[in-house]
């Protein structure tokens, strides 16, 4: 199943210059049965990313644009009156998929962001009160501009805690920019894209994941962590328990991916701002003195000592 995972991660490749790290840390989300938010400013190749993964990987894949005229029930679906039955019939909305993108997600009101949320977390959508089942996998992947963009609003805490982690693809280098300008004459990068899994594949490498074995040591080193960010003098509100079971499944990811049987310290911090650095705020004080989330994180990954495994 290794070779699957690189062959997923080489395609992507093709339409995603310079980005090795982001792409194998969307894998490893997907592959820890989580959701994946990607902030970044307009035009660097967020939605390029997700379209390459959906052609890598043979899931039923849909895509909205969310602007403030989208309803919750374009997201979710709605019940109709069958004129010829009088029976009520489902009709299914865009979220029910394998792989679902939710393009500029912060621009659309907070009703029809919080449609996603039992999707996101249950893995079902309930309309009418009749709940309809998701099909395994299931993956949200939402772009969003940075906040304070023109038309953007905040997403609630309790929708940032559904995303497994939260990536930003930034800037490309100058040589690979290069070579983006060069991919884009003449053709389109995602057409070279092909299929190189499919959903039982992606299914069989979850449940290698959810195997990975962790020690009681290494448990205590998560929890240790969140304990931190909770008292923290610059963090008015730290990792929740779900934070924590986030780190804990992404942390069984890197393992897997670096072909490991069991997690080790150094997986825990190659994800741990992107599992946490969305779920804390800082505090009034901070926030003055220009302390971001990334710098308060910063000092408590320094400060909590991982334990040394024999």
Not at 84 to 99: D, I, K, W
Not at 215 to 243: F, Q, W
Request: charged residues 20%; glycine residues 6%; aromatic residues 6%.
């Amino acid at each position: 199943m290794y070779n699957k995972a690189l062959a997923i991660i080489n395609e992507v490749r093709k339409a995603v210059v310079g980005k090795d790290n982001i792409i194998a840390k969307i894998l490893m989300a997907i592959l820890a049965q989580g959701h994946i938010l990607l902030e970044d400013c307009p035009g660097v190749g967020k939605t390029t990313m997700v379209l390459a993964f959906s052609k890598a990987l043979d899931l039923s894949y849909k895509r909205m644009q969310f602007t403030p005229e989208i309803l919750p029930g374009d997201v979710v679906g709605y019940t109709v009156i069958n004129r010829e039955t009088g029976v009520q019939e489902y009709r299914p909305g865009a979220a029910l998929c394998n792989l679902f993108l939710a393009d500029e997600i912060n621009r659309t009101s907070s009703k029809t962001q919080s449609a996603l949320l039992e999707a996101m977390e249950e893995g079902s959508i309930t309309v009418d009160g009749v709940t309809h089942i998701i099909p395994r996998p299931y993956t949200v992947i939402a772009t969003q501009n940075p906040i304070g963009s023109t038309g953007t609003q905040l997403l609630p805490e309790s929708q940032m805690d559904r995303f497994i982690i939260k990536l930003s693809i930034g800037y490309p280098k100058i040589a690979d920019e290069v070579r983006i300008l060069k991919q884009k004459q003449g053709s389109n990068p995602l057409d070279s894209v092909t299929k190189v899994a499919d959903k039982n594949d992606i299914i069989q490498m979850q449940k290698a994941v959810e195997n990975i074995y962790i020690a009681d040591e290494v448990y205590e080193y998560i929890a240790r962590l969140a304990a931190a960010t909770r008292n923290h003098s610059m963090i008015k509100m730290g990792a929740s328990p779900r934070a924590s079971i986030a780190l804990a499944r992404m942390s069984r990811a890197a393992a897997w991916v670096s072909r490991r049987e069991y997690v080790v310290p150094e997986d825990i911090q190659n994800v741990f701002f992107d599992v946490f650095e969305h779920r804390v705020l800082v505090n009034a004080r901070a926030g003055i003195n220009g302390t971001t989330a990334h710098f308060a994180l910063e000092d408590v990954i320094k400060n909590v000592q991982p334990p040394r495994l024999s």
